[in-house]
């Protein structure tokens, strides 16, 4: 009996643990992991793509909206519970800035959300930009879609960097898009709809909740026996 309550209180501790991250990147409480791009999660993260990839087209003017697709490499390979994207501009030495995020995201998809970064910390959002993306819940993804359009003030050539997350213990940083370079001809040809839609399964987060649940009434029963 001593066995099963302690197995019953490793369950709830686990899945309690995957609930605590659902909410997506928690930049008000924690400003520096617009920087870092880094979780607070307990993980080593991996400095490499992974089986994951960014996608969106080679360039951008003010006048013009990307898709850009956060993604599996390969379709039924893998998923991942989170991401967090930005769109970060190249320095002279070839490393990317992580002083500021350009541009403007924005969604429709109500399982992401927008977000603000290096407003009042260094000065490059002060007008308040929705310059990052990530979840706002967490399942399991195949692919998620986001728009993406240059502010008057974005020139250059930008990278779109994300870090990945399969779970608290496996996060990938540093994936990245090809590169995407301002031009006043852009006219960006590509897919309104995802690469592939059939990967895009899903654990529900009420499904854990309910576990818990029934899992905590196993429990006190066991306690009363």
Not at 28 to 44: R, V
Not at 102 to 127: M, P, Y
Not at 168 to 184: K, M, P, R
Request: hydrophobic share 35%.
């Amino acid at each position: 009996m001593l066995f099963f309550r302690e197995a019953t209180v490793l369950l709830l501790v686990a899945v309690a643990a995957t609930l605590a991250y659902k909410e997506g990147p928690p930049v008000d409480t924690n400003p520096q992991i617009c920087e870092s791009m880094e979780p607070s999660h307990d993980a080593d993260p991996k400095d490499e793509a992974g089986p994951f990839e960014v996608l969106a087209d080679n360039c951008f003017n003010e006048n013009t909206t990307l898709n850009v697709h956060v993604k599996i490499k390969k379709e039924g390979d893998t998923y991942f519970e989170g991401f967090f994207l930005q769109a970060r501009s190249a320095l002279a030495d070839g490393s990317l800035d992580n002083k500021a995020s350009h541009g403007v995201f924005s969604t429709s998809d109500s399982e992401l959300k927008a977000l603000k970064c290096f407003g009042e910390s260094t000065g490059t959002n002060s007008d308040g930009r929705m310059n990052t993306i990530g979840h706002s819940e967490a399942h399991h993804y195949a692919n998620k879609v986001v728009q993406w359009r240059g502010s008057e003030l974005t020139t250059g050539t930008i990278y779109f960097v994300a870090t990945m997350v399969r779970h608290t213990e496996e996060i990938w940083l540093g994936v990245q898009s090809q590169a995407v370079t301002y031009s006043a001809s852009c006219s960006p040809e590509q897919p309104d709809e995802p690469y592939f839609t059939s990967g895009s399964t899903r654990t529900s987060t009420s499904l854990a909740t309910a576990l818990v649940a029934a899992l905590t009434a196993v429990y006190i029963q066991a306690s009363q026996n």
